[in-house]
């Protein structure tokens, strides 16, 4: 019994031991196993909406016909004449 108590405190010491402060330790990888995944996610992120922008700039947009131009011909009564000259050229 006491060998076995004494391996097994040569074992822990040899790896690690009571001394490891494991709490601290997992803590940074765990918080830079985070920080590695949301900067990934960023990446993912940049290139999905250049991706959307490229497509949605591509593609055509309409064209409209020009609306006549005097439709209603008392939108354009002149009472007197401009000071810069005629508007109408």
Same mark, same amino acid.
Not at 23 to 29: E, G
Not at 42 to 47: E, F, L
């Given at each position: 019994m006491a060998s076995a108590?004494? +391996?097994s405190r040569i074992n822990s010491a040899l790896?690690?031991? =009571? !001394?490891k402060r494991n !709490? @601290?330790? @997992? =803590? $940074?990888?765990d918080e830079a196993r985070e920080a590695a +995944? #949301?900067?990934k996610n960023? $990446?993912?992120? *940049?290139?999905t909406c250049a991706?959307?922008? *490229?497509f949605n700039l591509s593609k055509g947009h309409p064209h409209y016909e020009e609306p006549p131009a005097?439709? $209603?011909p008392y939108l354009?009564?002149?009472? +007197?004449? !401009?000071? #810069?000259?005629?508007s109408d050229t």
């Open positions: 108590l004494i +391996k790896h690690g031991g =009571a !001394f !709490f @601290s330790s @997992s =803590a $940074y990888h +995944k #949301w900067e960023t $990446y993912v992120g *940049i290139v991706i959307l922008t *490229i005097s439709p $209603y354009h009564i002149r009472n +007197k004449e !401009f000071p #810069w000259g005629n």
